[in-house]
């Protein structure tokens, strides 16, 4: 990832590399930010603080964003890789991306009050698995090893699941009964390779079953969508989210193989680097599932510092959806008269 130069142009100086007949402008994608099971999660733990007043612990990163996770802990969340590192009787939540059997058993053991804010899109996921491994069929999950909501999925079922990271490993998988298969996926994967990978396993395993409904959520594929739309006719694309946030760096992907004739991913507007300019005319921006919009509207800020102060908002999907707060939240919330929905204000919304 290119590095901030030490010593930056003025705003006039970028601009002169422009093309002069170039009309410098921003495509801005949307959908973009902050999904349902973002807002919900966030909105989660931030309640939970203000109930139950600090610390509150979470396991994981509640979602992949690095400012989500300094500003909930600026306000007293502590942020932990396992269950043991929380005192016995303490309060933790689950983070969106969901966990095993094994780590709500290890909570229950150490006596831990929980709240879980898994996303609901993850957890449909979870009870396919269980579901089609009583079955008795095999899980081919596809997804990256090691990510978090990988590791939950395939706790459900370790003994009927095998992971499918790519298309090389698609074509080399091992299954016990070819007849009793089925597929699932991570729900922030590029659908693109999903299909590529699917359509793999299917030549090689004519019965293989699709889950009842697309595993990949609704705000992964509205994101890669509009992404799409704008790539061809951006001479550079900025994707606002972290590095570990699966969704983002599948955008940046996703941009460059659409016609992006350069694309990177940024978690601040200040991460920006000015050579990026050099003879761009036109740059698409959007963010990941778990990015607020106010980090997007600092790029937008230092991007017409620069002369890009046209923007176009391309809208491909509008999103309405919201789902209920944590179970555990709920009733506490309702005796309070609090809204016990994920409150929806901070994912985005068309603004022309």
């Known amino acids: 990832m290119p590095t901030v130069p030490r010593k930056r142009r003025t705003p006039d100086e970028v601009a002169a590399a422009v093309p002069?007949?170039?009309?410098?402008?921003?495509?801005?994608?949307?959908?973009?930010?902050?999904?349902?099971?973002?807002?919900?999660?966030?909105?989660?733990?931030e309640k939970a603080l203000e109930h139950y007043g600090p610390p509150v612990y979470v396991r994981k990163q509640i979602v992949h964003n690095v400012h989500v996770v300094s500003t909930l802990e600026e306000q007293g969340a502590i942020f932990v890789e396992e269950t043991d590192e929380v005192p016995e009787g303490a309060l933790v939540v689950f983070s969106a991306h969901g966990v095993s059997p094994a780590v709500v058993q290890s909570a229950a053991?150490?006596?831990?009050?929980?709240i879980d804010a898994t996303c609901p899109l993850v957890t449909k996921v979870h009870r396919e698995a269980v579901r089609f491994a009583r079955d008795g069929n095999e899980i081919l999950l596809i997804g990256h090893e090691g990510h978090e909501e990988v590791e939950g999925t395939y706790g459900e079922a370790p003994d009927h699941t095998t992971i499918v990271n790519n298309p090389d490993e698609a074509r080399?998988?091992?299954?016990?009964?070819?007849?009793?298969?089925?597929?699932?996926?991570?729900?922030?994967?590029?659908?693109?390779?999903?299909?590529?990978?699917?359509?793999?396993?299917?030549?090689?395993?004519?019965?293989?079953?699709?889950?009842?409904?697309?595993?990949?959520?609704?705000?992964t594929s509205n994101r890669q969508a509009a992404i799409k739309k704008i790539a061809p006719q951006s001479d550079l694309v900025i994707v606002v989210g972290s590095a570990n946030s699966s969704n983002s760096v599948r955008l940046v992907e996703v941009a460059l193989e659409y016609g992006a004739k350069a694309a990177y991913?940024?978690?601040?507007?200040?991460?920006?680097?000015?050579?990026?300019f050099e003879g761009v005319a036109s740059v698409g921006v959007t963010s990941g599932a778990s990015v607020p919009e106010v980090l997007v509207r600092e790029v937008l800020s230092l991007l017409a510092?620069?002369?890009?102060?046209?923007?176009?908002?391309?809208?491909?999907?509008?999103?309405?959806?919201?789902?209920?707060?944590?179970?555990?939240?709920?009733?506490?919330?309702?005796?309070r008269g609090d809204d016990t929905r994920g409150l929806g204000g901070r994912v985005a919304r068309p603004t022309s």
């Open 305 to 335: 510092d620069y002369g890009y102060g046209e923007v176009e908002e391309v809208v491909t999907a509008q999103e309405d959806i919201l789902f209920s707060l944590p179970k555990e939240l709920r009733a506490t919330l309702k005796e």
């Open 109 to 114: 053991d150490r006596q831990l009050r929980t």
């Open 172 to 219: 080399t998988v091992e299954v016990r009964d070819p007849n009793k298969l089925i597929w699932l996926s991570q729900t922030t994967l590029s659908v693109d390779e999903t299909l590529e990978i699917v359509s793999i396993l299917r030549e090689r395993f004519p019965a293989l079953q699709d889950p009842p409904s697309d595993d990949i959520c609704y705000a």
């Open 265 to 276: 991913r940024v978690d601040f507007a200040n991460q920006v680097d000015e050579s990026w």
């Open 20 to 45: 002069v007949d170039g009309d410098k402008k921003v495509l801005l994608a949307a959908p973009r930010g902050y999904c349902a099971g973002v807002d919900r999660a966030v909105i989660a733990v």
